[in-house]
């Protein structure tokens, strides 16, 4: 969630309610804030205040969800993945290692 952006010292500009409500980092190394500059196509939240579409609250909270559910499925295909490795190499244990070697060529010739 962005956060207001709020005047922290007497250097910094005051708060314009015409403008996105964001609190932005400058870029670079400094760890300073400033108003995000947007002040067209504002949209209010529930608390009024206008927020840019790539700050306002509903957007963040979409985008996160959007990710989040991407990475579940990642995660969930990379389990499955490991879960048949594990199975394969259960499936292993005990045949002894000629066995194995035969069958590997056995199947690698038939693929040609």
Not at 35 to 46: F, I, S, T, V, Y
Not at 47 to 58: A, I, R, S, T, V
Not at 96 to 106: Q, S
Request: glycine share 4%; hydrophobic share 30%.
């Amino acid at each position: 969630m962005s956060f207001i952006y709020k005047q922290h010292d007497d250097y910094s500009s005051p708060f314009d309610s015409s403008r996105c409500a964001a609190n932005v980092a400058w870029g670079g190394r400094s760890v300073s804030f400033h108003q995000c500059e947007r002040n067209k196509k504002l949209k209010p939240d529930q608390d009024g205040n206008l927020w840019c579409w790539q700050h306002h609250p509903d957007y963040i909270k979409e985008k996160r969800e959007k990710e989040e559910a991407k990475w579940e499925q990642e995660k969930e295909s990379q389990n499955a993945k490991w879960r048949r490795q594990r199975a394969m190499r259960n499936a292993c244990e005990g045949v002894p290692t000629e066995m194995l070697e035969t069958i590997k060529v056995k199947y690698l010739l038939n693929l040609r």
